[in-house]
């Protein structure tokens, strides 16, 4: 038997530490919450089996349904106007206008900032008494109000805004490499034929985009679900619990409110939502594939 190449065992060598890792500390931890949910767990881990009876306090909690009914909005319209506005700059950048690049790093910008500068940047600008609405004031428009901020009917729009505003440039910028990978041929030849710029992107090149619309809307959902820094930084939840997420839900009472069963519980439906996700659009995308 011939020895193994350091080529052929070096990367296994190297790459051995990074997954080792991650089977602990995420898959391993990921098993620990599923199993946490299912215990007597109250300020510090229990590991006496309760059943089924934190989901049953976890269902039965009228926040939880709040913060979900939040995730809702939040996430449909986070992810259908980042896609928009997304795909409407990277069409645009596709023109090839002068100061490309200069635009394509305004746009990305956003991205480069931590949720916490996010919100707290839009915080400030949404304010009442600080903000927007105090500016317009000043400049004579003395009836002009924006509270969203502190409106319990409007507060979770503001989250939206805040996402909309930072995770567009990176849909742009995926849906820009799409638009650059399209043959220009096919083009070509439908101006040939005498289609229109409109009707050459809506029938030609926005349909041939159909895996980046997938990873974009995967990603964003993702970015949705799992909301916490954006959220809390901007608004805490408030007012009361009118922007409030399960992240920040599993959050307070894993930690705040000593409820580490119930929290593990909320843990587990945050991921139960990610999968309900990801499994379809996957197994979709998979079929789309076999079917080309």
Same mark, same amino acid.
């Given at each position: 038997?011939?020895?193994?190449?350091?080529?052929?065992?070096?990367?296994?060598?190297v790459l051995s530490p990074t997954l080792l890792a991650s089977l602990i500390f995420v898959y391993g931890f990921?098993?620990?919450? @599923? &199993?946490?949910?299912?215990?007597?767990?109250?300020?510090?881990?229990?590991?006496?089996? /309760? *059943?089924i009876d934190r989901y049953v306090d976890l269902f039965d909690n009228d926040r939880f349904w709040v913060s979900a009914k939040n995730l809702a909005i939040f996430g449909s319209l986070f992810i259908v106007i980042s896609m928009a506005v997304g795909l409407f700059l990277a069409i645009l950048l596709d023109q090839k206008i002068r100061g490309e690049g200069f635009l394509r790093a305004i746009y990305l910008y956003p991205m480069a900032l931590s949720f916490i500068v996010t919100g707290t940047a839009w915080k400030w600008m949404l304010n009442p008494g600080l903000g927007l609405e105090r500016i317009v004031q000043q400049w004579g428009f003395a009836d002009f109000t924006f509270d969203w901020?502190?409106?319990?009917?409007?507060?979770?729009?503001?989250?939206? @805004? &805040?996402?909309?505003?930072?995770?567009?440039?990176?849909?742009?910028?995926?849906?820009? /490499? *799409?638009?650059?990978?399209?043959?220009?041929e096919i083009i070509k030849a439908a101006q040939v034929d005498g289609a229109t710029l409109p009707t050459i992107y809506r029938r030609i090149i926005i349909p041939s985009l159909r895996p980046v619309f997938f990873s974009v809307?995967?990603?964003?959902a993702h970015i949705a679900i799992k909301s916490f820094d954006l959220v809390m930084a901007l608004t805490g939840g408030g007012p009361g619990t009118a922007s409030d997420v399960p992240a920040i839900f599993m959050y307070q009472f894993s930690f705040s409110r000593g409820q580490l069963g119930v929290g593990a519980a909320s843990a587990v439906m945050m991921l139960m939502t990610i999968m309900a996700v990801m499994v379809p659009l996957m197994y979709a995308e998979a079929k789309s594939g076999n079917a080309r």
């Amino acid at each position: 038997m011939r020895p193994l190449s350091a080529d052929r065992w070096l990367p296994k060598l190297v790459l051995s530490p990074t997954l080792l890792a991650s089977l602990i500390f995420v898959y391993g931890f990921i098993l620990i919450t @599923i &199993a946490m949910s299912f215990t007597e767990s109250r300020m510090l881990p229990n590991w006496e089996w /309760a *059943g089924i009876d934190r989901y049953v306090d976890l269902f039965d909690n009228d926040r939880f349904w709040v913060s979900a009914k939040n995730l809702a909005i939040f996430g449909s319209l986070f992810i259908v106007i980042s896609m928009a506005v997304g795909l409407f700059l990277a069409i645009l950048l596709d023109q090839k206008i002068r100061g490309e690049g200069f635009l394509r790093a305004i746009y990305l910008y956003p991205m480069a900032l931590s949720f916490i500068v996010t919100g707290t940047a839009w915080k400030w600008m949404l304010n009442p008494g600080l903000g927007l609405e105090r500016i317009v004031q000043q400049w004579g428009f003395a009836d002009f109000t924006f509270d969203w901020l502190v409106n319990p009917d409007k507060a979770i729009y503001t989250v939206v @805004i &805040a996402g909309v505003w930072q995770s567009a440039g990176f849909a742009m910028a995926l849906f820009l /490499a *799409g638009l650059r990978g399209v043959d220009s041929e096919i083009i070509k030849a439908a101006q040939v034929d005498g289609a229109t710029l409109p009707t050459i992107y809506r029938r030609i090149i926005i349909p041939s985009l159909r895996p980046v619309f997938f990873s974009v809307a995967l990603i964003l959902a993702h970015i949705a679900i799992k909301s916490f820094d954006l959220v809390m930084a901007l608004t805490g939840g408030g007012p009361g619990t009118a922007s409030d997420v399960p992240a920040i839900f599993m959050y307070q009472f894993s930690f705040s409110r000593g409820q580490l069963g119930v929290g593990a519980a909320s843990a587990v439906m945050m991921l139960m939502t990610i999968m309900a996700v990801m499994v379809p659009l996957m197994y979709a995308e998979a079929k789309s594939g076999n079917a080309r």
